[in-house]
């Protein structure tokens, strides 16, 4: 038996108890009627009884696991007269296929494959391969992932300028005509009229202004569309188009061409989705893939008509623009249409003086080729190589001229080109063979190797190209000349795609120091950090420790001065990010030096607090083995504590809940093996620096208790002086931290586990206690209680962990100086003063789980024990003294109980009475001796109770009728026949 330690037991438990006198009980209540007599149970044979009955398995042919067995089927086709086709088939298998014998044995898509004509399905085939060759695939980045960035990027603050068309009276609703060619007149009177000048210019206009001018402008092009004025509808479109060509505002000509070019795209489609709409009868729609064939003389008229009025508008720029906005509707015309006018419309750009309003009318007629015509990359091509032959105007004397008019630097100028370069680069590079990069770098060269344009060449092509190359871009970039476009944005190009793909290994240092040289000696801390960040990847990836921290140390030595990391806090978040990415061994990373000094320069407490979420987030992702590495710990502790420190009143929930699943995720990883005072070391430590955060501080006492666990299993259970002062300590850290949780059923599953742990570890006396302190904090549970985020009643969760602690308790022995069951007294005197809701049954139904308690501990022996623990079945053995105890509390329950059916006899609450009557026969049933006449007559009651007002669960008595005449049939169960006749079914009438 098992000592308690501070009880003072000068003789032994089961003596002592024998003569333990009746302590007074709080719950005394009216005495029962019906005393209880429970049941003696053998708990082996009701396990061997219902222990499912062994059938020996023959193994066949047949197994549900067993492989599937293809066959193949030959099928026979009967043509009779007078009846239908016939198919047997042929298996060179016996094993049948369910799914083959519905068909008999044929698959239909083997049969239509059969029947069809093996020419017209390789020609199938050769167009599907051509058409999927030709479709723009995923990894081609569309147009409108760059437009928010141009309209971010390219901003001004001078004063802007537009024409707005005004309308005209000609041609509206005034009197009706019916004639063609009147209709046809007043159309081109209009279309003069417009030429001549029924615009208004507005000055002055901000940015803003400007923007919300031009949306006017395409909602005012949808509204004359959708009322039929389709002259209104064009004429907005080519002055729209002939903004285009103003560069009197040079630095805003990137933006002003997005939002334009969205008017020409929505022009486009209207037209096109018109003149489809007219190709639709009655009989047919075109299919996706139509020919002209396939399209009535109506549509082509229509189409027709468009491109003549476009042909007829005297400007360049706008009658490129227009065309080249519906370009898709040369379908309707021809196979060859769209072939025929792209290399057409790229010599029309040739007449463009400008070369920027050139470079942007090519990558719009780029924009429009790769939506059409993808597969037409030689019209694309020489769109581009036009453009080289005019590259030189640049630096003419026109565009000088222009740039010392509106006072800008040509570094300010040549960055605008970049947006429509990258773009032309970019749609005649995707699916380019390597070739066309090597002559992109001869016509560079030829260049002088300008710098706009070399930079566009790395931006547009394939990473693995660039790499390969690495070495002939970084001897072109040293000798580009850097006025107006620097050097140190060519390295960051070429960082990047080094980024995507690696490049020789033999030259990988040579590319690292090249670039660094360039980089190191930068000045300005913006353009530094900016090209730094790409390097950083590169460095992490190819080379070791040591070279990150000369590069992390680097950065350190730009940023620090003047406080310039305050300014670059998102490239420095991402230089961290790919450091981490990259280096998964924790201990060699917190090894590098220079890795908390730059952790340092996160001042900014938010920036700071994310910065320590993304390392604490790789390291839980990475770590794969617990650790003791005193680096590790100490510098995670210190991230954590970072972490733990930001939380605050204001802080949200869910960012609670975050911050403590990453502490918590550190705190399993943490292991110092056998070692387990140097563990609970960690554990007292991580406690005091994660006070705040209450799932850090559960999760410390399950690891707590996990230890104390640990060591009883490495014991053995034979506790040394040694051990169990250990363990002693463990449960006091448990017993102190428990109390400074919030969640009050947190604290109540606490406070059993715990006990749990403490009983399991022979400290009966802190068991004691921490039962105790359960029990006392039960009055204090409130009537309602927060479930993420919403406020739910309290007492199915009470219910729930009293089940709980009842199944323990019944382990737990008596103390020696308290009277018989005290543990199970003071409980049942709380949940007597506990306040229930009135229209709940839950103290009832805790009360039937008292009622199996106290049935259960009246057994020899119980039904589980804890190891080297004395539960009261050994220390009375049976007495007769602590039965009779045991029995009186069984009465003053089944008292609460019946008193509780007698107040459900409202019509309001028969259906509860009904439903609790039903269940307390059911516990009698399991845990009572109907043997004896007064339980078995409180039984049959009960059962007609349930019955007596119509509300009873009719299935649910069958059942337990039907089980009760089973269990009669099983030795000494012949009591139970007797009682089986005076059980009624009533039927509902």
Known sequence: ????????????????????????????????????????????????????????????????????????????????????????????????????????????????????????TDSSRKRRDRDENSIIGSDFEPWANKRGEILARYTTTEKLSINLFMGSEKGKAGTATSAMSEKVRTRLEELDDFEEGSQKELLNLTQQDYVNRIEELNQSLKDAWASDQKVKALKIVIQCSKLLSDTSVIQFYPSKFVLITDILDTFGKLVYERIFSMCVDNRSVLPDHFSPENVNDTAKETCLNWFFKIASIRELIPRFYVEASILKCNKFLSKTGISECLPRLTCMIRGIGDPLVSVYARAYLCRVGMEVAPHLKESLNKNFFDFLLTFKQIHGDTVQNQLVVQGVELPSYLPLYSPAMDWIFQCISYHAPEALLTEMME??????????????????????????????????????????????????????????????????????????????????????????????????????????????????????????????????????????????????????????????????????????????????????????????????????????????????????????????GFIKMVSFGRDFEQQLSFYVEARSMFCNLEPVLVQLIHSVNRLAMETRKVMKGNHSRKTAAFVRACVAYCFITIPSLVGIFTRLNLYLHSGQVALANQCLSQADAFFKAAISLIPEVPKMINIDGKMRPSESFLLEFLCNFFSTLLIVPDHPEHGVLFLVRELLNVIQDYTWEDSSDDKIRIYTCVLHLLSAMSQESYLYHVDKVDSNDSLYGGDSKFLAENNKLCETVMAQILEHLKTLAKDEALKRQSSLGLSFFNSILAHGDLRNNRLNQLSVNLWHLAQRHGCADTRTMVKTLEYIKKRSKQPDMGHLTELALRLPLQTRT
Not at 525 to 540: G, H, L
Request: aromatic share 8%; charged share 25%.
């Open 1 to 120: 038996m098992a000592s308690r330690a501070g009880r003072g037991e000068a003789v032994s438990g089961r003596e002592k108890r024998a003569g333990c006198p009746d302590t007074s009980a709080h719950v005394t209540g009216k005495m029962a009627v019906f005393p209880w007599h429970p049941r003696s149970r053998n708990y082996k044979a009701e396990f061997a009884s219902c222990r499912l009955e062994a059938v020996p398995l023959e193994f066949g042919d047949y197994h549900p696991l067993k492989p599937i067995t293809v066959t193949e089927s030959k099928t026979k086709k009967v043509s009779r007269k007078g009846s239908t086709s016939s198919t047997s088939s042929s298996s060179s298998s016996s094993v049948v296929d369910p799914l083959s014998s519905v068909l008999d044995g044929t698959d239909p898509l083997s049969m239509f494959a059969a029947t069809a004509d093996p020419a017209a």
């Open 443 to 664: 016509r560079c060269k030829k260049l002088g190797n300008n710098a706009l344009l070399l930079n566009s060449v790395m931006s547009a092509f394939r990473a693995e190209f660039i790499a390969t190359r690495s070495m002939d871009f970084i001897g072109m970039i040293k000798e580009c000349d850097e006025s107006g476009f620097p050097k140190h944005l060519l390295f960051r190009s070429l960082g990047l795609n080094l980024a995507l793909a690696d490049p020789p290994e033999g030259d990988r240092l040579q590319i690292l120091n090249e670039a660094w040289k360039v980089i190191t000696k930068l000045k300005n801390p913006q353009d530094y950090i900016n090209c730094a960040e790409v390097w950083v990847e590169y460095t992490c990836k190819h080379f070791t420790k040591r070279e990150v921290n000369t590069v992390l140390a680097d950065v350190i030595k730009h940023m620090t001065p003047d406080r310039a990391f305050e300014d670059s806090y998102p490239q420095l978040q991402s230089i961290i990010k790919k450091v981490i990415a990259h280096f998964h061994d924790f201990s060699i990373l917190f090894s590098v030096e220079k890795f908390l000094p730059f952790l340092d320069m996160f001042q900014k407490e938010s920036v700071r607090v994310e910065v320590c979420k993304c390392i604490m987030e790789v390291f839980i992702k990475h770590q794969q083995e617990p650790t003791k590495d005193p680096v590790i710990l100490n510098a995670l502790l210190h991230v954590c504590k970072t972490t733990h420190d930001s939380v605050n009143a204001l802080t949200l929930e869910d960012e609670k809940r975050t911050l403590a699943y990453l502490i918590n």
